[in-house]
């Protein structure tokens, strides 16, 4: 059952739901994903693990089977890694309807609650589809819940990167490409995340 038919259910619209529902909603969400990042790091330490052994061995009948073990759990690691990337697109969208609903309970437009069918046939494709990104997915979802330049960006922020998050995005790029090393690296995040919510709190 798709995301969005799960949360409504039958006769029932964006519209009908409180704050707290979609909250619950979010929660649950964010729990999966916690349990996918965990079973993803878990999967990365047990293959480093294979491939240490097999460097170690001189059998081909036990690097063999090493490489074949090494093998299944890398099929297991893309799998989780695709179910993260569906469960983070459905975090995204509940957080969005959030936010809609909270700021047009405070007489603050911030988007449209009201979505047909089409739309909730298009967000169910997005959200299935592999090779719809994140940022595209959130690029989509906002021009169909009409969250444009009359969005609130500090209340966007909570469902979205923050400045920070993305600045450490981009330092794990330097990182995976040699240009930063870990320790310099780390406190660069650090500082970044710091100054971030420094300066939000100015």
């Known amino acids: ?19 707290a529902e979609l909250r619950r ?17 878990d999967l990365a330490q047990q293959k480093q693990k294979i491939f240490n052994l097999g460097a170690s061995q ?3 009948e036990l690097r063999k089977a090493l490489a074949q073990d090494f093998e299944l759990k890398t099929q297991e ?6 179910e993260l990337t569906l469960r983070s697109k459905e975090l995204m969208t509940v957080s969005r309807l ?32 592999d090779r719809v990104g994140q940022d595209l997915y959130q690029q989509r979802l906002d021009m169909i819940l009409e969250l444009g330049q009359q969005a609130d960006h500090d209340s966007m922020t909570e469902s979205g990167l923050t400045q920070a998050g993305q600045e450490l995005m981009n330092i794990w790029e330097e990182l995976d490409k040699g240009k930063v090393k870990e320790p310099e690296a780390f406190d660069r995040a650090d500082q970044a995340v710091r100054r971030r919510h420094a300066e939000g709190q100015s």
């Open 25 to 41: 909603e979010e929660i649950l969400i964010g729990r999966q994903r916690e349990r996918l990042l965990k079973k993803i790091e």
């Open 98 to 129: 959030r936010l809609i609903r909270e700021n047009n309970e405070r007489g603050r437009a911030l988007g449209r609650l009201k979505l047909t069918d089409r739309d909730v046939a298009k967000i169910t494709q997005w959200i299935e589809d």
């Open 58 to 60: 001189k059998s081909p």
């Open 77 to 82: 690691q893309l799998l989780a890694g695709r």
């Open 1 to 19: 059952m798709a995301l969005i038919d799960k949360i409504l259910g039958r006769n029932r619209t964006i519209s009908d739901l409180s704050p």
